[in-house]
RNA sequence: GGGGGUGUAGCUCAACUGGUUAGAGCGCUGCCCUGUCACGGCAGAGGUUACGGGUUCGAGCCCCGCCACUCCCGCCA
């Protein structure tokens, strides 16, 4: 049993020759007599014929009573189609197969959803594409977003091995390390009591790689994490991960560049520009209210906190006095929101802790809002002159702590463009791709309600260095060596310069991280050691490989680019995973179980 | 953990303000049809309106609960 060709090669110059083709029943025509069938594989279609007076009765029969999606071997001998019947829709229109043999390997029971219509076939119930996934990738899209996928995999691999990095696998059985990404725990049998966790990242052994002198490494590796899932987030994913010794952040950047400069090439054939825009953290919030921004817009923030200092605004003067910042965006043109669109925008704002969110309407030479009277005439200038004020914008405040004040209009901002585009005043070619480095973060956040500092990144990210001595006096001031590629306001990947002296690293740990010394020791006591006997300066980055080839297929889910996806939920409803396990393997495994009780 | 959306035939959808026997297209089954390619024609089968309660003379529609899927917030060092 063998093809002598697939079902997307036979031409005019096949004529004559006697063939034999595998494939799915895509569609049979039955005319009485004369019966078709296309045959498709994953290369493509071909059609063929059966003729009643050429075959036997019973392989007719056997023909006439083919469903959708059987698995055929045909054989026959291709032949030109008749004058006027050629189908000019798929790429072996102009010939046919006039079918001698037929041999019918699999018969197809009824489908639960049509393949074959691929106008159909986009809109079934993604539960339903879950559960049969099998059928759900035979649609030309899933098929093409598997090999583009492959393609994108092989070119990085390509990329990376002519650059000099070592492909090297780390361990899926790894340690826990609470800080972080909440960790899948994997219980073993032979020691009984104790976990293995599977990786957030393979962090740590990338950096012991570098210890242990490989200087270039890449994989691409199966990453876990036990959070909330998102369409962008699955608890398994893959990320391109790198890391280098004896480099700092330029040579990082340029690494990048040409890899997603090579991808884009491969996949897409678009020539990317590069250098990328290189953009301070503090830049990325004031202009675009976020750290991932989208550059494809403008509808950027302006500050007017000297404005409103001492404005008969009281909210906005009283939020400066007490060291708050007051922010604005022109929603250019969204004058006509709708109640209801602004109504989503206060809620919006509030979910940020913000009180409301001050507007105003412009619309008949006017502005429309509650706020405005109390504005002097200097405020008004200052804010049609900044924000170029016209008939028909709608101008939105944020008067807040500077980092809250710029997150709430970046999310307005982003609901804004939305409502733009659905009125057609906001039109992004499919084709753009604004991908930007973002830099500069700072090294620790502070968390209230624990009253501490934590990583902004991780741990191992190395302060800039001239900032190092502020570590312990103004920790908030410390910048990091770390990055961000962000491409259409979607965070592609991060990265950092490691730290990679044990003094710096346990300082940070225990003193600004506040990490108990015995603790530090049991989770790290490794890395600190390792890091004593001759550690390279080294830094790397993880690319999301699912959200890049999201991006790359033009879907903004990365189910639609993952074989065999899990739900929100976490589960696959394929497989009914995840699933109870027998008493006997909880046994083995020393596991006791106490569900919440259910009433 | 919280908020929004969806759930009606195998699939995609409809069903007015709560009112007759819940409809259509595709698919499926049977018959007819020798150049179709979304083949065509005729006939037919197919429903616990996700599930469990409630209100009502009467519920696909209203109320409560619950499940699944989905989007978002929290979360994702």
Not at 203 to 223: D, N
Not at 287 to 302: C, H, N, Q, S, V
Not at 334 to 351: D, R, Y
Request: glycine share 8%.
């Amino acid at each position: 049993m063998k093809r002598t060709h697939h079902c997307n090669e036979l031409r005019p110059a096949h004529i004559g020759q006697t063939v034999t083709i595998i494939g799915w029943v895509h569609s049979r025509r039955d005319l009485g007599g004369v019966i078709f069938v296309d045959v498709r594989d994953r290369e493509g279609r071909t059609q063929t014929v059966y003729d009643p007076n050429l075959l036997p009765k019973d392989l007719f029969d056997r023909v006439s009573a083919l469903r959708s999606e059987s698995v055929v071997q045909i054989t026959g001998t291709v032949r030109q189609r008749p004058a006027g019947t050629i189908n000019t829709k798929i790429a072996t229109g102009e010939v046919e197969v006039l079918a001698q043999q037929v041999e019918v390997l699999n018969q197809a029971a009824v489908l639960p959803f049509p393949v074959d219509d691929p106008e159909v076939a986009a809109k079934v119930n993604e539960e339903l594409r879950l559960q049969y996934r099998y059928l759900d990738l035979r649609r030309p899209e899933m098929i093409r977003n598997l090999r583009l996928r492959s393609k994108v995999a092989m070119a990085t691999r390509n990329y990376m091995d002519e650059q000099g990095f070592l492909d090297v696998e780390t361990p899926t059985l790894f340690k826990s390390t609470p800080e972080g990404a909440r960790e899948f725990l994997v219980p073993c049998r032979t020691s009984p009591g104790q976990f293995y966790a599977l990786p957030q990242s393979p962090q740590q052994f990338k950096q012991i790689l570098m210890v242990g002198g490989v200087e270039r490494y890449y994989q691409l590796a199966r990453c876990y994490r036990d959070e909330d899932l998102r369409a962008d987030r699955q608890p398994e994913f893959t990320q391109v991960d790198i890391e280098m010794s004896f480099i700092d952040r330029e040579d990082i950047y340029n690494l990048i560049e040409g890899l997603l400069k090579r991808i884009w090439k491969t996949a897409l054939n678009v020539d990317l520009p590069t250098p990328f825009l290189r953009m301070p953290f503090v830049d990325a919030l004031n202009r675009y209210g976020i750290d991932k921004p989208d550059t494809r817009f403008g509808l950027e923030l302006a500050d007017f906190t000297e404005e409103f200092r001492h404005s008969g605004f009281k909210v906005f003067s009283g939020t400066v006095a007490s060291g708050g910042v007051i922010k604005a965006i022109n929603a250019k043109g969204l004058a006509c929101a709708t109640q209801g669109q602004i109504e989503a925008m206060t809620e919006t704002a509030k979910s940020f802790g913000a009180k409301g969110l001050a507007y105003i309407k412009v619309e008949k030479g006017e502005w429309k809002s509650p706020i405005v009277k109390f504005f002097g005439a200097p405020e008004k200038e200052a804010l049609t002159k900044k924000l170029g004020i016209e008939e028909g914008d709608l101008v939105l405040f944020a008067a807040d702590q500077w980092l809250n004040a710029c997150e709430i209009l970046g999310k307005i901002r982003l609901y804004c463009a939305e409502v733009l585009k659905t009125q057609g005043k906001l039109t992004i070619s499919p084709t753009q791709f604004n991908f930007l480095w973002v830099v500069d973060f700072p090294l620790l956040s502070f968390d209230k309600e624990m009253n501490r500092w934590y990583s902004s990144h991780h741990p191992f990210t190395s302060p800039v260095e001239a900032d190092i001595p502020l570590l312990l006096t103004e920790p908030k001031k410390v910048r990091g060596q770390h990055y961000d590629i962000v491409v259409n306001g979607v965070e592609l990947g991060g990265g950092s310069i490691r730290i990679h002296q044990p003094e710096v690293q346990k300082v940070l740990f225990e003193q600004v991280l506040q990490i108990p010394a015995d603790m530090v020791q049991a989770r790290f006591g490794y890395m600190l050691e390792a890091f004593r006997y001759g550690a390279p300066p080294h830094g790397g980055i993880a690319l999301g490989f699912d959200r890049l080839v999201a991006i790359l297929c033009g879907t903004t889910s990365i189910r639609d680019v993952i074989a065999f996806p899990k739900t929100a939920k976490g589960t696959d409803l394929m497989t009914q995973s995840p699933a109870a396990v027998d008493a006997k393997q909880l046994r083995d495994l020393h596991i006791e179980l106490k569900l919440p009780k259910k009433d």
